[in-house]
């Protein structure tokens, strides 16, 4: 996995679930609130029964989907690359369902004009804040562009269920990692977390990531030795042999 995959998907996480709005400082930018979950979904506690909702609760799951870099041609370095990510945004209206008594977290199932607005509205709004609003800085500057925006429904045409879950998934130009001898994070991870609120999340899963990093020793160069001409033979200014 590109660690810099984890950086855009651990810096828009900041911008939907802001720290100063967790902590109370803040409103919070799309209708999920704070339930913006990294690499997970949502479980039955984290649910919210406010009658506003009608029985459902907007949430988002983010995953880091796939990475790749490409170097740019044949001559090319092996750090010459462009490199591109793909983050996946799971939103959908919760709910609790249950299976034989036993109950779990699902999309609101079925037809639902009104429901089908809000998690439009909550798509759009994911969309706005990571490409258009100011919150969105700090995933804009772990990418170079947005090359494609997908939304895909999920249903089960076969059962004719219909469920209120929308998978986005943004395909971006990337910034490939950038490694070095020092411990602790590659660029551009070092810059994010220097970026980020202290007691911020992102903060401390990149700090968390940082220490699997040591420094690498290398033998310092001593001296240089260049072996003597062959007898009787020199090379002259103009590099002919003699």
Request: glycine share 6%; proline share 5%.
């Given at each position: 996995?590109?660690?810099?995959?984890e950086?855009?998907?651990?810096?828009?996480?900041?911008?939907?679930?802001?720290?100063?709005?967790?902590?109370?400082?803040?409103?919070?930018?799309?209708?999920?609130?704070?339930?913006?979950?990294?690499?997970?979904?949502?479980?039955?506690?984290?649910?919210?029964?406010?009658?506003?909702?009608d029985?459902?609760?907007?949430?988002?799951?983010?995953?880091s989907?796939?990475?790749?870099?490409?170097?740019?041609?044949?001559?090319?370095?092996?750090?010459?690359?462009?490199?591109?990510?793909?983050?996946?945004?799971?939103?959908?209206?919760?709910?609790?369902?249950?299976?034989?008594?036993?109950?779990?977290?699902?999309?609101?199932?079925?037809?639902?004009?009104?429901?089908?607005?809000?998690?439009?509205?909550?798509?759009?709004?994911?969309?706005?804040?990571?490409?258009?609003?100011?919150?969105?800085?700090?995933?804009?500057?772990?990418?170079?562009?947005?090359?494609?925006?997908?939304?895909?429904?999920?249903?089960?045409?076969?059962?004719?269920?219909?469920?209120?879950?929308?998978t986005?998934?943004?395909?971006?130009?990337?910034?490939?990692?950038?490694?070095?001898?020092?411990?602790?994070?590659?660029?551009?991870?070092?810059?994010?977390?220097?970026?980020?609120?202290?007691?911020?999340?992102?903060?401390?899963?990149l700090?968390?990531?940082?220490?699997?990093?040591?420094?690498?020793?290398?033998?310092?160069?001593?001296?240089?030795?260049?072996?003597?001409?062959?007898?009787?033979?020199?090379?002259?200014?103009?590099?002919?042999?003699?």
């Amino acid at each position: 996995m590109m660690l810099s995959a984890e950086a855009a998907r651990l810096a828009a996480i900041e911008a939907l679930s802001p720290t100063a709005a967790n902590q109370g400082g803040g409103a919070f930018p799309t209708l999920a609130g704070a339930r913006i979950f990294d690499s997970r979904s949502a479980a039955l506690n984290e649910l919210d029964d406010r009658s506003e909702w009608d029985g459902y609760t907007p949430v988002v799951a983010v995953y880091s989907r796939q990475a790749r870099a490409d170097t740019r041609g044949e001559a090319a370095e092996f750090d010459d690359t462009d490199a591109s990510i793909e983050i996946e945004f799971v939103a959908e209206l919760a709910v609790v369902a249950e299976d034989e008594g036993v109950p779990f977290v699902d999309a609101m199932a079925g037809d639902d004009p009104e429901a089908r607005l809000v998690l439009a509205a909550l798509c759009g709004q994911i969309r706005r804040v990571l490409l258009f609003a100011p919150e969105g800085d700090l995933f804009r500057h772990m990418i170079r562009a947005v090359r494609r925006v997908d939304w895909e429904p999920f249903a089960v045409p076969e059962l004719g269920l219909r469920f209120q879950r929308t998978t986005m998934r943004l395909t971006c130009m990337a910034r490939d990692d950038v490694f070095s001898d020092e411990a602790g994070l590659p660029e551009p991870l070092r810059t994010l977390a220097a970026r980020l609120p202290a007691n911020s999340y992102a903060r401390s899963r990149l700090d968390q990531l940082g220490a699997h990093f040591s420094a690498i020793g290398r033998t310092p160069l001593a001296d240089i030795r260049i072996a003597p001409e062959a007898e009787g033979e020199f090379v002259s200014s103009t590099g002919d042999l003699r």
